[in-house]
Structure formats: C-alpha cells, structure tokens
C-alpha cells in the first residue's frame, strides 16, 4: 500500500482545511487508516482513525467535536475535515495504514505505511 497526503497550507485561526489520502492497492478497503500529527518537538499523535467498516473508531480529545474523517473505499481515500482550527494544530500531518488490534488503534508503530506528510500551519 502506498499513501498520498495532500490538502495542508497556511490558514488563519478559526478556518478550515480538508486533507485527502489517496492509497494505491487492491486491498486498501481492510486496512485501518489513521491520521496523526506531528509538531515540532512534540511526540506523533494520532488524532482520528477509521477502521475498514468505515465506523469512526477514534478522535483524540484535543480535535473531537472539529475533526471529521471519513473514508470512501470506492476511491481508496480517505479524508480529515479540520474545522475550527487553532493555532495548536499547527503540525506536520500523516496518513498510515495497518492492521491495529483495537486496543492499539493509536499506537503509529502499529502502522505498516505511511504517507509523506502534509504540513498544517495554522496562525494566530
């Protein structure tokens, strides 16, 4: 499986961005993809999931209630609506794909592959 990311820029707080990761691979509809994020100095985070079922199985505390993702298999993508975003969203934003048992679904060393990466800036 080979992921594409795409959609991250420069947006002001309180806009919106979509980011969409394309996924070439006949077998692309039985993986779990997650989104996770990276800021400078932090720690990878992952801050929404979705499982082969298309059923939302994850968002993470900080992005719930302003992250949507969703998935559509017919096209092998997957997308993460961001709305509201803040200034602490700011990160380098990758999409993975791997089989994580769900008591696992965040760990990214769970996730066999990964996209290149979209950077998100968001100012204040």
């Known amino acids: 499986v080979q992921l594409q990311a795409s959609g991250g820029g420069l947006v002001q707080a309180g806009e919106s961005l979509r980011l969409s990761c394309v996924a070439s691979?006949?077998?692309?509809?039985?993986?779990?993809i997650g989104w996770f994020r990276q800021a400078p100095g932090k720690e990878r985070e992952c801050v929404a999931c979705?499982?082969?079922?298309?059923?939302?199985?994850y968002y993470a505390d900080s992005v719930k209630g302003r992250f949507a993702i969703a998935r559509d298999n017919d096209k092998n993508a997957v997308y993460l609506q961001m709305n509201s975003l803040e200034p602490e969203d700011t990160a380098d934003y990758y999409c993975?794909?791997?089989?994580?048992?769900?008591?696992?679904?965040?760990?990214?060393?769970?996730?066999?592959?990964w996209g290149q990466g979209t950077q998100v800036t968001v100012s204040s």
């Open positions: 993975a794909a791997g089989r994580p048992n769900l008591s696992a679904i965040l760990s990214d060393s769970m996730y066999d592959y």
């Open positions: 691979g006949p077998t692309f509809s039985r993986y779990t």
């Open positions: 979705i499982r082969w079922y298309t059923h939302p199985i």
